[in-house]
């Protein structure tokens, strides 16, 4: 498996020793580090789609491990399509 810590964004990669890791992404930084607009995020999000927010009140948080889990299996399945 080839290392694709280099191909993530910011959010997502592991923080250098310097910096405080994030342990949850509001929804801009949850759609940036995707690439996706906040529009699409929503789209993507549980009851529409297969990312689990974590919700605190009115505030919908992302933790960057479940945005790692949907790009691996949204990868994995392109690249299983691809092969066939």
Do not use: N
């Not at 191909?7 to 995707?34: F, G, Q, S, V």
């Not at 990312?51 to 994995?76: C, E």
């Amino acid at each position: 498996m080839r290392d694709t810590t280099k191909l993530l964004p910011a959010a997502l990669r592991r923080p250098e020793k310097a910096e405080t890791p994030k342990l949850l992404l509001d929804r801009r930084e949850a759609a940036e580090a995707l690439g996706i607009s906040e529009r699409m995020l929503d789209m993507l999000t549980e009851p529409h789609g297969p990312l689990k927010p974590v919700r605190f009140g009115r505030r919908v948080l992302f933790s960057p491990a479940v945005l790692q889990r949907w790009i691996d299996s949204v990868t994995a399945d392109s690249t299983s399509e691809a092969s066939l």
